[in-house]
């Protein structure tokens, strides 16, 4: 009867719970080396968007990179 009674409880693993931590974490610190490479490639873009400045290129990549990463 205990056991019924505690698998319906349905207590959060430990382990499952870490797993989806250190994958949260691995996600945010690709996001955030990606975010870092885009504001450096974005001088090298300005032939291929003429009509837009620094802060709207680095805009433009930064939004592409949040896209792919949180579908």
Do not use: C
């Amino acid at each position: 009867m205990t056991t019924i009674v505690l698998k319906n409880l349905s207590l959060p693993n430990p382990f499952v719970w870490i797993a989806e931590f250190l994958e949260s974490l691995s996600t945010a610190i690709k996001v955030s080396r990606q975010i870092e490479s885009n504001q450096k490639i974005a001088h090298m873009l300005r032939h291929e968007y003429p009509y837009e400045d620094y802060s709207g290129i680095v805009a433009i990549l930064n939004d592409k990179t949040l896209r792919e990463y949180y579908k």
